[in-house]
């Protein structure tokens, strides 16, 4: 059996999220009571997030890949980071890194190709949005207005949810009509399909 080495921490509630989502696709797909391998190593989020705020993206790089070599002496087989943000050196950091891993934008990119859907809004963090690869987490009356905006003013076919959070908020599949494309979930199924390949 294979094991997956999670980077949490950097958003908690999403980091649960990812634990209690991957055991429980598992066990859809894995009908015998088994569970899942996983190492979770939940990091401080401050030192990585002055970095961020500081713009020292070489630092959260080498931050990122010392966390991840922790992973790699405990034996795990692959790596995923349980957040978007940090996706904005993942590039660098896969590079550097001695364990393979799994992008959550790569998956979320080949569920948007899967559905056929080519024009998609973002909802991300200040930093995910600034990065240009995925406004800030507003409420669940807000979100839906902007959805409503962005469906009118740019086409939009889809929404991709660009913080894990937000999947906290928005649940459903769909959206005012449109797919919503939940990064966390997305990832946590090309997860749980490398654990059980």
Known sequence: MKTVGIIGG???????EYYRQIIAFYREQKLDGSYPSIILNSVNFKPLLDLILANQWSQ????LVGELQKLAKAGVDFAV???????????DIRRQCSIPMI???EATCQEAK???????GLFGTRFTMQARFYPDIFSWEQLLNIIDRMKERDGIQGLILGGTELSL???D??????????????????????LLS
């Open 169 to 171: 908020i928005l649940r």
């Open 60 to 63: 959260v790089t080498q931050h």
């Open 103 to 105: 992008s959550i934008v």
């Open 10 to 16: 950097i958003g908690p509630e999403s980091t649960i």
């Open 81 to 91: 980071i349980a957040a978007n943000t940090p996706h904005l050196v993942f590039d």
């Open 114 to 120: 899967t559905l056929r859907l080519k024009r998609l």
């Open 173 to 194: 599949a769909t959206a005012r009509g449109i797919p919503v494309l939940d990064t966390t979930r997305i990832h946590v199924k090309t997860i749980v399909a490398e």
